[in-house]
């Protein structure tokens, strides 16, 4: 049942198309339910103990499908299907029932199964397959738009950089599970200790990470998360901001009782986790799209909550449970969950705006608190929770936020200085926050592409449902933590908590003027001061050169790479069958001597060969002879008699030993083929030499020679070892009682083998009728190639 | 004798890859059918070549001395399998010639890369 859930949408969405031939009204409606069955299935396993259930895909390799729901996952699985409900709610509206709906359904449907899979893996191929699938879904909605340039870029640039981090991050698992036998996660957390010991423990470290880096917009993988909001306003606020980008958090999370037995494990994430948060919010200000901004943002959130998790590695490293830091991994879930209420909002707000004006650029929008007061007290609501200003959900968690990381400053590496960075990323958070706002909704109005009014209802009810939610949360904070976060602490610090009940956290709105209490009080007086100056120091953001920038790179080792393999490709890729079959040849000769000589084939014995008798040698010379003027003829006629000359050689070679059937059928098929060969070549030139440079012909000789030189050690090797006894006896024996001939060659063809014989008939009858129409088909296809010229 | 067969065999697969490395389409065919009887040989003397009578029953009584039966029921089913290819060949590289009044392999290929 699990299984058959977690697969849900992905075989719904097979049926997308004859609902769309058939389905009245907009696909939406059809599409709604499945979030709505996944969220309610998920639903009735809050509170159970962990379940699991497998079908074996490749047994011979352990590698299956899973769904394992403990805390963690079913946090995840929650989170993807409930805000996928309101995603779904706001594309019926958002989206005009005359685009390619069923696609963009179906690829939205394959995310979700894709993403479930990802939260639910415990076989760590399965997570890889899923986590694929994820990357794949993205590329397809971001290019969803694909006349689009700029779509199409942005599509490009997340897959390469995210399959490159998930290719990276197989790597890791490989190692993993080369390390401790199994490709189980919770059987490698068993073995933690083990994988520790493994030289190979940092690479399959830093691997796993670059997947969860790139996966998760970090620094300096993140670029390709502004430009994949360039996809319709529902997917970014589905996949780029609420779940996708939370995969790599995802990961993080699960490896972290595996690599949090070094110090390494939690500095990495924690340094790079605030290096994001810095960047990603310093950035923001920056941004002129309404989307552009809430990206940034994103990018910027998605480090603090890296950063947290690094720190709760750090607890988990230390084992101490005396501070209040301990609480990181929650204050990380905590804040994953609330981002994705109101940035879920943000981005549809963004999407209601771009709707109802024609344009995202905050140059060109202000003033539209008159027209549209209701988006715009949505708008101000969700601002104020991503700012973390009281008495909002974003408040709660960005408080446990300062708080950790205050008291965690002598765990972390320049623990002061990284909790003023964090303190001043905060005072730019809040200051896109409300450059986000007041751009939009206040100031002047100037003239827009469209005439703006007031938004739908029903475009406005997914994201003021989420904005219910998120007041749910700030007045009954503790009721989604004991239900769904401390259990899925408990999956990440199994070490320090043995059951939900020992997270003993407790959230409260009101604190007493507590130190968090004035760090955020700083953040918004100084965060107001900097909004009203901002006219002032904006431009500084231009002094960058363009050319210093992420962006550059990227492109600049794309066009090269690109360059470089269009170049190499052509070099090698010549077309010519000859070119292919030189180094195909060489290879394989050079191979097979390699493998002859491991395998120790090189042992010769000449036990009862025959002797040499003196016609033995005159053939052996002859034909040596003969092939040798076919190798140098220069006209077509010396070469086709040589080559007879050779074959007859071969027939009196039969003779001599003992095969009188072969000698006679080669005689026949020789003089046929002479014969064949003279009428057939009447018509080509006389001439066959060929003019050839002298570097080509070196290379074709020393590949020839080699071939020769194998073969001729191939047979020395398969006459001296005979590794298994004769089977000729059998037919020696019975052919005479079974068979009723005293031919034993003959008898073995016509009645043993008699089915293979028949096939050989009927593949030369093939050849013949292939042959005839070749012939037939003379007049037309030259007349063809005639009219074409 | 089976030391000297080995090397005849390595030298027509020596001539055989040699011709069919070749610009000129009958230079392959060539090739594979000096191939093809280096291939016959070497199957026979995998087997071994010490046979002193045919593989045929006098009155019902086998001969310890006769030839090994196997590799010859197998070169019997090769030696037409290879007339059969050959025969093919050479008709497909008559009727190249007569389609593109070219008896060269590298005047054949498609032009795409020739930009």
Known sequence: ??????????????????????????????????????????????????????????????????????????????LISGIGIFVL????????????????????????????????????????????????????????????????????KSLMITIFGGLMMLGGFLILSNVTGTMSIREMTAQAAQIEQSSLFYVALVLILLGAFTKSAQVPFYIWLPDAMAAPTPVSAYLHSATMVKAGIYVVARF???????????????IVGVVTLCWGSFFAVKQKDLKGILAFSTVSQLGMIMSMLGVAALVSYTNDTSTFYQFAAFAALFHLVNHATFKGALFMMAGIIDHETGTR?????????????????????????????????????????????????EALPLGTLVFAAIWLASIFTFMYSLYFVCGTFLGKRHTLPKRPHEAPIGLLVAPIVLLIIGLIIVFRPNVVADLLIKRAVVSIQPTLFESASDVGVHVSLWHGFSAEFLWTLGVIVLGILGVLTLKKWQPMYEKWPEKWTLNTLFNQVISIGDASFTKWSRHVMTGKSRQYF???????????????????????????????????????????????????????????IALGVVGYCVALFFVRFQAPDLALTQLVIETVSVALFLLVFRNLPKKIKEEQKQKGKWLRLLVSASVGLTVM???????????????????????????????????????????????????LAIAGL??????????RKGDARDESK | MEFVMCAVIGFLFFAAVYLMLSRNVLRIILGTAILSHGAHLLILTMGGLGGEKPPVLQDGVKNAMMADPLPQALILTAIVISFGVTALLLVIGYRTYQTAKTDKIDDLKEDEFHE
């Open chain 1, 256 to 270: 972290t009782p595996i690599f949090a037995a070094t110090a390494v494990w939690g500095n990495v994430i924690a």
């Open chain 1, 1 to 78: 049942m699990q299984l058959f859930i977690l697969f849900l949408p992905f075989l719904f969405a097979l049926f997308l198309p004859l609902i769309k031939k058939w389905g009245k009204g907009h696909l939406g409606y059809y599409v709604i339910p499945i979030p709505i069955i996944l969220t309610v299935y998920y639903s009735s396993f809050i509170g159970k103990e962990t379940q699991y259930e497998s079908i074996s895909w490749i047994s011979a390799l352990q590698v299956k499908f899973d769904s394992q729901l403990d805390g963690l996952s079913l946090l995840f699985s929650l």
């Open chain 1, 770 to 779: 292939a042959i005839l129409g070749l012939l037939r088909s003379k007049k």
């Open chain 1, 361 to 409: 650029d905050i140059r060109k929008l202000g003033g539209l608190l008159s027209v549209m007061p209701v988006s715009f007290t949505v708008t101000m609501l969700g601002t104020l929770s991503m700012a973390g200003v009281p008495p909002f959900n974003g408040f709660l968690s960005k408080e446990l936020f300062f708080m950790t990381m205050w008291q965690s400053k």
């Open chain 1, 713 to 763: 050690l191939f047979a020395m090797a398969a006459y001296s070892q005979k590794l298994l006894p004769t089977i000729s006896s059998y037919y020696k024996e019975t052919v005479l009682k079974e068979a009723g001939g005293g031919n034993i060659v003959n008898v073995i063809l016509v009645d043993y083998r008699g089915f293979d014989t028949l096939f050989e008939i009927t593949v």
């Open chain 1, 582 to 640: 030189t180094f195909m040849l060489g290879m394989v000769s050079m191979l097979l001597l390699f493998v002859l000589w491991k395998k120790g084939a090189f042992a010769f014995s000449w036990e009862g060969a025959s002797t040499i008798h003196i016609i033995d040698g005159l053939l052996v010379v002859t034909l040596v002879a003969g092939t040798i003027i076919v190798l140098k003829a220069t006209t077509r006629m010396t070469a086709i």
């Open chain 1, 89 to 156: 709610f706001y594309s019926i509206f958002y989206l005009n029932k005359k685009e390619r709906l069923h696609q963009f359904y179906m690829y939205l449907l394959m995310f979700m199964t894709g993403m479930l899979g990802v939260v639910q893996a415990d076989s760590v191929i399965s997570l890889y397959v899923f986590w694929e699938v994820t990357s794949f879904a993205s590329f397809l909605l971001i290019g969803y738009y694909y006349e689009d340039r700029i779509s199409k870029d942005g599509a490009f």
